[in-house]
């Protein structure tokens, strides 16, 4: 045997212990931690709010009864068709007199005899005021008496005519009363037609059978269903950063393609409203006009519900990442870059959001690849294999 064959087999069972030694090191070693991740890329962003809202006709129009009287049915239903000034959507015929009970006749009886006897008393003192004007002026003539003197009876004279006018009133409305029989005849009385005050289609009928109304009293409501707006309350953060003629898309209508619509208003006033869960919320209201032509949202009616997605700013051209890709470390934002197949903890500030994905204004740049949803299974310096990109 050779001095070379006898030295390579001294080395041979270290080189075995060797490679088990390796092979252990091999097998022992963490295994890359598999990720999900998204690269960092350039393109158009917007920042919306979504709330739901609900459709309104933008004019309504009450149709209330002029005089009080004795409604008839009305015939027309939600939906129908009227004309303003030209369609008759009601009709009221006076209503019967009501007759006096034998108690109340009696009362009237005696307030019409007591009434008798004051304007009998109130003609004699009236007959006496002038008498004693006719007096009283032969003796001012004389100039046996003051000027005031004939002024005084003068006075007397003009308060006992207003006595006996007062006294001949009462007595004509106890008469009329004891007039009334009960089948006092109504048709002389013609019946009042009301028409519509409103072009557009009836929405709804408040007083649909017969019965007696009381002058004011709502009748239909009447509205054209093409006029549309729709009213999204926003919390009141949210509306103060919406600008009047921000741009609006409104899903969930009904169709398959969202309407498009423009803020007309933030209202000036919030109010309190409590949400499911009993949590006090300022909200305000935010008018929208519908822009879609009418033709492609026939279907869409009165207080339909929408979600509305109001657009507060956009970009054709901004750096960012899915959402998910960043977390909160303290009061800053952070992401796990994937460098050289380990995981990059790498401290990050962030602008607008869509909901979906976010600006990033320092800290990663274009190509990036970020770690989506890290949570605390990825440390920094963790080795990790992309699954998804």
Same mark, same amino acid.
């Given at each position: ?19 088990? @030694? ?9 295994? *890359? ?16 709010? &979504?709330?739901?809202? +609900? ?6 129009? @009450? ?11 009305? #015939? ?20 019967? #007199? ?62 006992? #005519? !207003? ?28 019946? @009042? ?75 000036? #006033? ?28 026939? &279907? ?27 977390? !909160? ?19 990050? +500030? ?23 949803? *890290? ?8 080795? @990790? ?5």
């Amino acid at each position: 045997m050779t001095t070379s064959a006898q030295s390579k087999r001294r080395w041979l069972p270290y080189a075995l212990i060797a490679a088990l @030694v390796a092979l252990a090191f091999l097998g022992l070693r963490p295994q *890359p931690a598999p990720v999900e991740t998204a690269r960092v890329a350039t393109g158009a962003l917007r920042a919306t709010v &979504s709330e739901e809202g +609900k459709t309104r006709i933008r004019q309504r129009y @009450v149709v209330a009864a002029p005089v009080s009287g004795q409604l008839r049915r009305i #015939a027309f239903k939600p939906g129908a068709e009227v004309e303003a000034g030209v369609t008759v959507v009601a009709v009221i015929d006076p209503l019967p #007199a009501s007759p006096l009970d034998e108690r109340n006749r009696a009362l009237a009886e005696a307030r019409r005899d007591s009434t008798r006897e004051v304007l009998e008393k109130s003609r004699t003192s009236l007959e006496l005021a002038r008498k004693e004007v006719r007096r009283v002026t032969q003796m001012f003539d004389t100039g046996t008496v003051s000027p005031q003197a004939v002024e005084s009876a003068q006075m007397r004279e003009t308060a006992a #005519a !207003r006595d006996v006018a007062a006294a001949e009133g009462a007595l004509k409305e106890v008469e009329a009363q004891l007039a009334i029989t009960g089948t006092a005849d109504v048709a002389s009385s013609a019946p @009042v037609e009301v028409k519509a005050n409103a072009t557009g289609r009836v929405l709804h009928v408040f007083q649909e059978s017969t019965r007696a109304v009381m002058q004011g009293t709502p009748l239909l409501e009447v509205g054209d269903p093409t006029d549309l707006e729709v009213v999204v309350e926003m919390l009141s953060r949210d509306g103060a950063a919406i600008a009047p003629g921000a741009a609006v898309a409104l899903e969930q209508w009904g169709g398959v393609v969202p309407l498009e619509g423009k803020v007309r208003l933030v209202e000036p #006033a919030a109010f309190t409203k409590y949400s499911a869960l009993g949590v006090e919320e300022q909200r305000v209201n935010v008018v929208v006009d519908i822009t879609t032509p009418l033709e492609q949202r026939s &279907s869409l009616g009165d207080n339909f519900r929408v979600e509305a997605r109001v657009i507060t700013w956009e970009s054709a051209a901004v750096l960012k990442v899915p959402v998910s890709g960043l977390f !909160r470390q303290g009061n800053d934002w952070a992401a796990y870059v994937v460098r050289g197949g380990a995981a990059r903890l790498v401290p990050v +500030k962030a602008g607008r959001s869509s909901g979906a994905e976010i600006q990033i204004t320092e800290g990663l740049a274009e190509g990036d690849e970020v770690i989506l949803y *890290p949570g605390d299974r990825i440390k920094a310096g963790q080795r @990790v294999t992309p699954t998804k990109v």
